[in-house]
């Protein structure tokens, strides 16, 4: 392993003469990757590399102080500088609003990129490998994702390297094992409470056992043709961009009307390069793409999407930002999907509310009777314990639905249009969903799943505006 990433690898990722941060958890990959990027540049010394170690404390398990302790040690014992940040991963994501996953991400990636500027590191390495890219790629295909998603992670983008992208969990372990390498196992990576972790302890071991049994490297494979396949759009699409952009700045973006005449891998990326330009950064969805690219060019037509205006005119099709487009758009294009927690509340901060699960009895019942309730019936406690795993507070996705008695599934659509919320309002609203099947709107419509009955074990769900 190593041999093949000093010929193929590294030469490509790293330039001579660089700082190369390295992130180094203390879990197997994070350990191999600083040992291996440690040993060469140092056995490569005419490349005049130079490495730092950056280790983050979430605060949350009390193993955290002697992983910390152990990457410190491993590090003094290479020579290489270390950095320890500690900080309380569970607070900051309730005071975030997001999932504790990417509240903790987001945390960890504006301290590596302080770490880079402070440390004259030019590189960000991180231990992502072959099993952590065929875990992305499924999660994304389960979204819906295109081209750009299933892609997967890419081995070197915007300052951030991944060296171990091509290497497998088996090789990374046996590299540990040769060298001696010390590591610390995260118990929380085995529990199967977030999607990723379902999809790495569940689906991929069945994909191997009833498909493929080298389901992994196929997904590695996979991402890495449709990335070839992404860069030639991209090149594809930054020539053509200058040759239909008729004006382009923060308020509005104008398209020559001969854009429509591209092929859709084509002006599907144009049209989004103009939203996000007008929006600041905001993705523009399959579903708006699509209205605009059936509206064929034809002048007069027109759309409203959150944060701007889409028109079509003689002269091209023109992005228009709207009033109060910032506030708006962030109100309107919010994203979240955070795991419940029983006894809890958790925040989400563009919604301004928070989310509680409770068990039911007369107290909290009284105490909660100005706020928007949801009872349901969960059996027995082993039954409870399940479904609290299962339960999120997330935004709208496509192909949602809900289960009502005598009727079956309904598309959360035709749902909204029978209670008369607005098409704008939709995307507002929180849902309380398990297994990906939506139980409660709150303030609008819940299914008739797990309905409150006299003899079984029930759960209280609470929304309040914060």
């Known amino acids: 392993m190593y041999q093949r990433l000093c010929t193929q690898v590294f030469p490509e990722l790293i330039t001579d003469n ?31 590399l130079s490495v730092t170690f950056s280790h983050v404390h979430h605060g949350i398990r009390k193993e955290s102080d002697e992983e910390a302790i152990m990457v410190q040690k491993m590090a003094a014992e290479l020579g290489v500088p270390c950095i320890v940040h500690w900080f309380n991963a569970k607070e900051y994501a309730k005071l975030s609003g997001q999932s504790f996953q990417l509240a903790a991400r987001e945390w960890r990636y504006a301290r590596w990129k302080e770490d880079c500027q402070l440390e004259g590191c030019s590189l960000l390495a991180t231990a992502h490998h072959l099993g952590d890219q065929a875990e992305t790629i499924l999660y994304r295909l389960l979204r ?10 890419h081995p070197s983008k915007s300052g951030i390297i991944r060296p171990l992208l091509g290497i497998t969990k088996e090789e990374i372990l046996d590299y540990c094992r040769q060298e001696g390498l010390m ?19 569940e689906l991929i071991p069945e994909l191997e056992k009833s498909y493929n049994p080298r389901i992994i490297e196929a997904l590695g494979r996979t ?29 509005e973006v104008a398209l020559h009307p001969a854009v429509f005449q591209e092929p859709s891998a084509i002006l599907s990326r144009l049209l989004r390069r103009a939203a996000l330009i007008v929006t600041a950064g905001a993705r523009l969805s399959f579903g708006f793409v699509d209205k ?6 034809i002048v ?37 999907n955070v795991p419940l927690q029983l006894s809890q509340w958790v925040r989400i901060s563009d ?20 706020d928007n309730v949801a009872c349901f019936a969960v059996g027995n406690q082993e039954e409870r314990n399940r479904f609290v795993q299962s339960l999120v507070c997330r935004s709208r996705k496509n192909g949602d639905k809900m289960w009502f008695k005598g009727v079956g599934h309904k598309m959360l659509k035709k749902v909204f249009q029978d209670a008369h919320v607005s098409a704008r309002e939709r995307n507002t609203l929180p849902l309380i969903v398990a297994a990906d099947e939506v139980l409660w709107i709150p303030g609008v419509k819940r299914s008739d799943r797990f309905l409150p009955e006299d003899q079984s074990l029930k759960l209280l769900c609470v929304v309040k505006k914060v």
């Open 18 to 48: 660089v700082k190369v941060l390295v992130a180094v958890s203390g879990g197997p990959d994070s350990v191999a990757l600083g040992h291996l990027l440690w040993r060469y540049a140092h056995e490569k010394k005419v490349r005049g």
């Open 144 to 153: 819906g994702s295109g081209t750009a998603g299933l892609a997967g992670i």
């Open 183 to 201: 590591f610390a196992l995260d118990s929380s990576n085995e529990e199967p409470l977030y999607d990723r972790n379902r999809i790495r302890l």
């Open 223 to 251: 991402g890495k043709l449709l990335r070839w396949d992404e860069d030639f759009l991209e090149t594809k699409v930054e020539e053509v961009w200058e040759k239909y952009c008729l004006q382009s700045n923060s308020e």
């Open 292 to 297: 605009i690219m059936n509206s064929k060019g």
């Open 300 to 336: 007069g037509w027109s759309q409203d999407i959150p944060g701007f205006r889409v028109e079509v005119h003689a002269r091209g099709i023109i992005f228009k930002k709207s009033q109060g487009a910032v506030s708006e758009s962030l109100k309107q294009e919010i994203s979240f």
């Open 351 to 370: 919604l301004e509310i928070r989310v509680g699960l409770f068990l039911s009895g007369t107290d909290r019942e009284q105490l909660f009777n100005q």
